[in-house]
C-alpha cells in the first residue's frame, strides 16, 4: 500500500515548464494588431503566440515588446512594425491569407462555430476602438467571443489569446 | 448599388459593448485562485470571470481586486478570502462540485478534449510555483492548455480565461 501511494503522489508530479508539444507543420496563423494603446497588451499578445507557436505578429503602432511580459516570446516571434494595416491585410489577403477580424460587430459570427482556414490573418483592434471601420470592411470574416455579463468585453490581450487557443484546438499538429 | 453599398456598410457596424448573451440558468462554475503572487492577474481573472457570467471566486492570499483592471468584474464577481484551500476545496465537494486544477502535470488531461461537469470548481496555482502538490493530490481531475512553444506555459490569468472559455464553449446557455 506504501508503494502504491508513493506511484500515486507521483503521478501527481508537476511537470511545470515541459517541454512545449511538438507541432507537425508551422503555424500558418499570424497576428496582425492595430495600433494598441498599451504595449502591455502587445506584449501579452506575443507571449499567447509564442506559447501557441505562432511566430508572426504585424503591428502598427510602436511594437514596443516588453520582455518581463513576452517572456522568451520577444525572442520566438517576429515583430513586423507597418504604419497602416490596409496595404499589410492586402499583401497577406495575396498571400493565401485568411483576414478575421476579432471584433463584437452586427456581422460577426461566434467563436463557438466558427471554422478557422489554416492560413488565417487573425485582427485585433485597440482596446479602446476596436478594428477601424476600415479595416473591418477589408476582412473577409469578424468573430467574437460570446460575453455573459459585465464588463461588456474582454480585454484585448485576454481575446485574442482566447481567440487563437481556438484556432489551436482547431488545428492541434499545426 | 450605392443603397446596396450602404446596406453592406451597415451590416459592418460595430456592436462594442452591446449587451451580454442572456444564460438559461446561472453558472455552476466557481474560480478558487491560490495565492497570487500579483494582484493584477487576480483582477484579470476576475474580469474574465463577469464577461463569462462567473459570479463567484474564492481566494488565499489578500484577495485585493484593482478596479482599473477587472472593470465591472469587481462589483459583478463576489470575492472570498480564504486562508487555506483545503478546507474550501472539501466544503466545495462537499457541494456537489468536481474539483478541477490547471496545471502541467504527469496526470493532466488536455482541455481540447477534457469533458467539463456543469458544477465544476476550477482551481489556480500561484504563478511561479504553481498549484500546490498537496491540492493536487485533492482535485478530481487536472487540466492543460496544450503549449507548442516558448515560453513554457501561459501568463496564470491568460490560462484562466482560456480555461473559462472552454468551459462556456461546452456550456453555451449556463
Known amino acids: 500500500m506504501c508503494e502504491q501511494s ?6 501527481l508530479l508537476h511537470q511545470r515548464h515541459k517541454n512545449p508539444d511538438p507541432l507537425e507543420r508551422p503555424r500558418e496563423l499570424v497576428v496582425v494588431c492595430g495600433p494598441m494603446r498599451s ?3 502587445l506584449s501579452r499578445i506575443v507571449r499567447a503566440c509564442g506559447c501557441c507557436g505562432v ?14 511580459i513576452a517572456r522568451d516570446g520577444k525572442n520566438q516571434v517576429e515583430i513586423s512594425v507597418h504604419r497602416s494595416l490596409p496595404p499589410l491585410l492586402k499583401t497577406l489577403r495575396n498571400d493565401g491569407y485568411r483576414l478575421v477580424g476579432l471584433e ?7 467563436l463557438y462555430t466558427y471554422g478557422f482556414k489554416r492560413r488565417t490573418a487573425l485582427i485585433i483592434g485597440n482596446e479602446r476602438n476596436g478594428v477601424p471601420e476600415e479595416v473591418l470592411g477589408m476582412v473577409d ?3 467574437e467571443i460570446p460575453v455573459y455579463g459585465l464588463p461588456f468585453s474582454h ?6 489569446a482566447i481567440t487563437i487557443y481556438e484556432y489551436c484546438r482547431q488545428f492541434p499538429q499545426g
Open 6 to 11: 508513493e506511484a500515486e503522489s507521483d503521478d
Open 39 to 41: 504595449n502591455i497588451n
Open 55 to 68: 511566430s508572426k505578429v504585424f503591428c502598427a503602432g510602436s511594437g514596443r515588446v516588453i520582455e518581463k
Open 104 to 110: 463584437q460587430a452586427s456581422i460577426s459570427r461566434s
Open 141 to 143: 470574416d469578424v468573430v
Open 155 to 160: 480585454n484585448a490581450a485576454t481575446a485574442t
